[in-house]
């Protein structure tokens, strides 16, 4: 029986084969490392085994060593070390099975949203949602014991490799660039590093770092539908949650059709069967309307939306989007409750009292989940949605200034170098948003700070060059594939890119590029692109 090869195995095959190139050598180095060390294990191990035990034990364990690494090596060449949403499938193993609550597969399973029918009472049930694995574990031990992240022991040569490249005319009139070893925090390269600049959407990171930090890598968005008493109506109450989708396969989001079927089930015990329909959008504040205007890169940022008010079917990326995304979606929930056999009126705007009863509520995956998303697909909505949150959570105005001045307030308290930076929005759609690449590496550098695994996320959400998100179509003939991971930013005459990088001595760099006065955003692109693949192949310690 002859079985035809899969389609998606062979266009893969050619990027797996870079990859094996790209990882060969170094895995021959960590099979000889393994050597060395199985040998000297045998050696201390040979005073407390006996001599007719010996050499078979240290034979069979330097090629049990020996053959493992080989075979995770062949495995790692088959299959890459990320998943099909990008998460590193490594962290995301050893995450599961240290059995830490928290997200990092923002590309969702079932089961890892949380839905509640209320009556009274919460289901808590086993069949209740299992806890999201957490991202805590990726690069724990940073500046710990044990510490298996190199340090750069000297930056001199970035200076000779880096200049010139970041000297580019496609690079425009001005930027700025600072590298960082992630190891030690210290500057290995800067270059205008302090200077202040148009970020475009790296401007992300700061917000992921601030809402992670305010309400916890754990918090989950909730959605309700509420009855006001006596009275007949239903309220759609909107939290603040960018990711609910009224599309039939949820993904693990949080379902505005499992809502519908809970309130609708809770409505038919209490034997009603016509209600009032509204929604309450008050949780933010302000207007909807970002200062750009109507783009596709941005709906009118609302506390209640469904598929973040795309009406062609996309799930990232620029799409034509609704007017009213809180209407838009108490019509598809009114139809929804319909299907039940519940009537219901045309919805209009409301705000659900104290009195109001919880009849049911589903509650988004874990704030480290949507961090991931966002960054990695750099979807604005998500962005704008968490600014607005981190404000809320810490007592301010849940509008677009409210939201920059929580980020710029949570930075500062992290004692984050903020002097120069100014916020307006939290997507970097706003082009008076102005940052430091001084100040986007030591943000990465706080992701990787072991004293704060909640802010892990912003590493692991960042795009895998050549694989993922934004990165996904870069980085695809240039050996960095796999080894550069950064957030991407382009505005017209602007572009960025801050992110990680392996050198070729092991070392993890943080970097961030800067420029401004760009004619052309992809050859600005290239450039930049060529600048962290250097970074990458770079012998530099």
Same mark, same amino acid.
């Given at each position: 029986?002859v +079985?035809?090869e899969l389609?998606?195995?062979r266009?893969a095959r050619?990027r797996?084969a870079?990859l094996a190139?790209t ?6 180095r ?5 050597k ?8 201390a191990?040979?005073g407390?085994v ?6 078979r034990?240290?034979?069979f364990?330097?090629?049990?060593a020996?053959?493992?690494l080989? *075979?995770?090596?062949a495995?790692?060449t088959?299959a890459g070390?990320?998943d099909?949403?990008g998460?590193?499938t %490594?962290e995301?193993? #050893?995450?599961?099975a240290l059995e ?5 597969d923002?590309g969702r399973?079932?089961g890892t949203?949380?839905?509640s029918?209320?009556s009274g009472t919460?289901d808590t049930?086993a069949? !209740?949602?299992?806890?999201a694995?957490?991202a +805590?574990p990726?690069l ?5 014991g ?7 022991s000297d930056?001199r &040569?970035?200076?000779g490799?880096?200049?010139?490249l970041?000297?580019?005319? %496609? ?7 600072a590298?960082?070893d ?7 390269y800067g270059r205008g590093a302090d /200077?202040?600049l148009?970020?475009a959407s790296t401007?992300k @990171? ?5 809402? *992670?930090?305010?309400?916890?890598a754990d918090?989950r ?8 008493p006596?009275?007949g109506?239903?309220i759609l109450v909107g939290?603040g949650d960018p990711?609910?989708t009224a599309?039939?396969?949820a993904?693990?989001w949080a379902?505005?059709?499992t809502?519908?079927?809970a309130?609708?089930a809770?409505?038919?015990r209490?034997g $009603?069967?016509e209600?009032?329909l509204?929604y309450?959008t008050?949780l933010f504040?302000?207007?909807?309307l970002h200062?750009?205007g109507?783009n596709?890169n ?5 506390? $209640?939306m ?6 062609d079917?996309?799930?990232?990326g620029p799409a ?5 995304p809180?209407? /838009?979606?108490? #019509? ?5 409750l319909?299907a039940?056999? @519940?009537r219901?009126?045309?919805?209009g ?5 104290g009195?109001a009863e919880t ?7 874990p ?8 960054l990695t697909?750099?979807?604005n /909505?998500i962005?704008e949605?968490?600014a607005?949150q981190? &404000?809320?959570?810490?007592?301010? #105005?849940a ?5 920059? =001045?929580? @980020?710029a307030a949570q930075l500062?308290?992290?004692?984050l170098?903020i002097?120069?930076a100014?916020f307006?929005d939290?997507s970097?759609l706003n082009?008076a948003d #102005? ?6 590496t ?10 704060h695994?909640?802010l892990?996320?912003v590493l692991t959400?960042l795009?895998?060059?050549?694989f993922t !998100?934004?990165?996904?179509?870069r ?15 382009t505005l017209?005459? +602007?572009n960025?890119l801050? !992110?990680?990088?392996?050198?070729q001595d092991?070392?993890? $760099?943080?970097?961030a590029f800067?420029?401004e006065g760009t004619?052309?955003p =992809?050859?600005?692109?290239? &450039?930049?692109?060529?600048?962290a693949?250097? $970074? ?6």
């Amino acid at each position: 029986m002859v +079985v035809p090869e899969l389609r998606a195995w062979r266009a893969a095959r050619p990027r797996l084969a870079r990859l094996a190139r790209t990882a060969r050598p170094r895995l021959q180095r960590a099979v000889g490392a393994v050597k060395e060390q199985v040998r000297q294990v045998a050696q201390a191990a040979a005073g407390r085994v006996p001599r007719s035990a010996r050499s078979r034990n240290a034979q069979f364990t330097a090629v049990a060593a020996t053959t493992g690494l080989a *075979l995770a090596a062949a495995v790692v060449t088959a299959a890459g070390p990320w998943d099909s949403s990008g998460q590193r499938t %490594a962290e995301r193993d #050893r995450a599961v099975a240290l059995e830490h609550a928290g997200g990092t597969d923002h590309g969702r399973r079932s089961g890892t949203s949380r839905t509640s029918r209320t009556s009274g009472t919460s289901d808590t049930s086993a069949g !209740g949602p299992r806890p999201a694995p957490s991202a +805590v574990p990726v690069l724990v031990g940073l500046g710990e014991g044990g510490n298996q992240v190199k340090s750069a022991s000297d930056g001199r &040569a970035l200076a000779g490799l880096l200049d010139p490249l970041l000297a580019d005319p %496609a690079l425009g009139t001005r930027h700025s660039a600072a590298v960082v070893d992630v190891a030690t925090g210290e500057r290995l390269y800067g270059r205008g590093a302090d /200077d202040a600049l148009t970020p475009a959407s790296t401007t992300k @990171i700061a917000t992921a770092v601030a809402a *992670l930090s305010a309400l916890g890598a754990d918090h989950r968005l909730t959605t309700r539908a509420a009855l006001e008493p006596d009275t007949g109506e239903v309220i759609l109450v909107g939290g603040g949650d960018p990711t609910l989708t009224a599309r039939k396969d949820a993904h693990g989001w949080a379902s505005l059709r499992t809502l519908a079927d809970a309130t609708a089930a809770a409505l038919t015990r209490r034997g $009603l069967h016509e209600v009032t329909l509204s929604y309450d959008t008050t949780l933010f504040a302000g207007p909807e309307l970002h200062p750009i205007g109507v783009n596709e890169n941005l709906a009118p940022v609302s506390a $209640l939306m469904a598929d973040e008010a795309r009406t062609d079917g996309s799930t990232s990326g620029p799409a034509p989007r609704a007017g009213e995304p809180a209407a /838009d979606a108490a #019509r598809a929930f009114g139809r929804l409750l319909s299907a039940h056999g @519940i009537r219901v009126s045309a919805p209009g705007p409301s705000k659900a009292t104290g009195r109001a009863e919880t009849l049911a509520t589903v509650s988004s995956p874990p704030l480290s989940d949507l961090v991931e998303r966002m960054l990695t697909n750099s979807d604005n /909505d998500i962005a704008e949605a968490l600014a607005r949150q981190t &404000a809320a959570a810490t007592g301010g #105005r849940a509008d677009f200034a409210g939201g920059a =001045d929580a @980020i710029a307030a949570q930075l500062g308290k992290l004692g984050l170098p903020i002097t120069g930076a100014s916020f307006h929005d939290g997507s970097g759609l706003n082009r008076a948003d #102005r940052l430091t690449a001084g100040l986007l590496t030591a943000l990465l550098l706080k992701a990787a700070d072991p004293a704060h695994p909640e802010l892990r996320p912003v590493l692991t959400g960042l795009p895998v060059a050549g694989f993922t !998100g934004t990165l996904a179509g870069r980085y695809t003939s240039d050996g960095a594939a796999g080894v550069v991971r950064a957030k991407t930013g382009t505005l017209t005459g +602007v572009n960025a890119l801050a !992110g990680t990088a392996v050198d070729q001595d092991g070392h993890l $760099l943080a970097f961030a590029f800067l420029a401004e006065g760009t004619t052309s955003p =992809d050859t600005a692109q290239s &450039a930049l692109d060529r600048t962290a693949t250097a $970074l990458a192949s770079c012998g530099c310690g």
